[in-house]
């Protein structure tokens, strides 16, 4: 397990694709950057036979009407690597970096349609606190 970096990111494209999104390698360079240089945002990868097998990101949010929290903002395992502990270990290096920062609260979004994925958080602590729909609008 490690921090993030720059170089991670064809390994991180590959990764997210697993999961159906698809971004460039230059993209998705430009997302890392953007999250080293932000203190309010982590990222950690997992590493076996210096292969990138998971990623994880983290950031630091509040809410004007509840405590502060930080949010799992995408965490992969790679489909070969899965049920082996490596979403646990980046879940709990999240953890750990939201409670340098004082924050107590992790919370995690995932589709409705992901049963696999609301299982392995269920499993490992999480509860279900809300069910709801996601708007984007043209800026």
């Given at each position: 397990m490690?921090?993030?970096?720059?170089q991670?990111?064809?390994a991180?494209?590959?990764?997210?694709?697993?999961?159906?999104?698809?971004?460039?390698v230059?993209?998705?360079?430009?997302?890392?950057?953007?999250?080293?240089?932000?203190?309010?945002?982590?990222?950690?990868?997992?590493?076996a036979?210096?292969?990138?097998?998971?990623?994880?990101?983290g950031?630091?949010?509040?809410?004007?009407?509840?405590?502060?929290?930080v949010?799992v903002?995408?965490?992969?395992?790679?489909?070969?690597?899965?049920?082996?502990?490596i979403?646990?270990?980046?879940?709990?290096?999240?953890?750990?970096?939201?409670?340098?920062?004082?924050v107590?609260k992790?919370r995690?979004?995932?589709?409705?349609?992901?049963?696999?994925?609301?299982?392995?958080?269920?499993?490992?602590?999480?509860?279900?606190?809300?069910?709801?729909?996601?708007?984007?609008?043209?800026?």
């Open positions: 490690r921090k993030i970096t720059e991670d990111a064809a991180i494209a590959r990764l997210s694709g697993q999961l159906g999104y698809s971004a460039s230059a993209a998705t360079a430009q997302r890392i950057q953007a999250v080293l240089e932000n203190r309010d945002h982590c990222g950690y990868v997992a590493v036979d210096e292969k990138l097998i998971g990623w994880i990101h950031f630091h949010t509040f809410r004007l009407e509840s405590d502060a929290f949010e903002g995408g965490l992969v395992v790679d489909a070969d690597y899965r049920s082996k502990g979403g646990l270990m980046l879940v709990e290096q999240v953890k750990a970096w939201a409670l340098e920062r004082g107590h992790i995690v979004r995932c589709n409705s349609s992901r049963m696999e994925a609301h299982a392995f958080y269920r499993r490992i602590g999480f509860s279900e606190s809300k069910e709801q729909k996601v708007f984007d609008g043209i800026s």
